[in-house]
Nanobody, 119 residues
Framework: QVQLVESGAGLVQPGRSQQLSCEMS????????MAWYRQAPGKQRELVAF???????NYHSSVKGRFTISRDNDKNTVYLQMNSLKPGDPAVYYC?????????????WGQGTQVTVSS
C-alpha cells in the first residue's frame, strides 16, 4: 500500500536544470528520512542526496552546489532540484524513504525515472 512515484525526468541539455518530484502514498512522508539515489549502466548505485525528518541535508560530493533536495510534508512530496547538469549526471534516479538514518531492507523505493543529458 505504500508507494513512491517519481516524475519530472527527461532529456535535457548540459548546463540546464530539471526538477524531480517524488510523491508518497499509503503513509505519511513526514515520519521518514528521504533520499535520492541514482544508478547508471555499469555503475554502482550511489546516494545523491539525503534529507532527514528534521530537514538536515547531505549531498554526494559530485552534486554539491548544484543539486538541492527539499521536502513538503503537507504534499507528501520530496524534490530534487538539479542545476548545471553535467554529462556525468545521466542515470536512473530513485526516490527512497527510510525510518532509520542507516539503510535497511525495510526501506521503500520508487520505480525510478531516467534522466538523460545530451546536446
Amino acid at each position: 500500500q505504500v508507494q513512491l512515484v517519481e516524475s519530472g525526468a527527461g532529456l535535457v541539455q548540459p548546463g540546464r536544470s530539471q526538477q524531480l518530484s517524488c510523491e508518497m502514498s499509503g503513509t505519511t512522508l513526514s515520519i521518514f528520512h528521504m533520499a535520492w539515489y541514482r544508478q547508471a549502466p555499469g555503475k554502482q548505485r550511489e546516494l545523491v542526496a539525503f534529507i532527514s525528518r528534521n530537514g538536515t541535508t547531505n549531498y554526494h560530493s559530485s552534486v554539491k552546489g548544484r543539486f538541492t533536495i527539499s521536502r513538503d510534508n503537507d504534499k507528501n512530496t520530496v524534490y530534487l532540484q538539479m542545476n548545471s547538469l553535467k554529462p556525468g549526471d545521466p542515470a536512473v534516479y530513485y526516490c527512497t524513504a527510510q525510518l532509520k538514518l542507516f539503510a535497511t531492507k525495510e526501506d521503500y523505493w520508487g520505480q525510478g525515472t531516467q534522466v538523460t543529458v545530451s546536446s
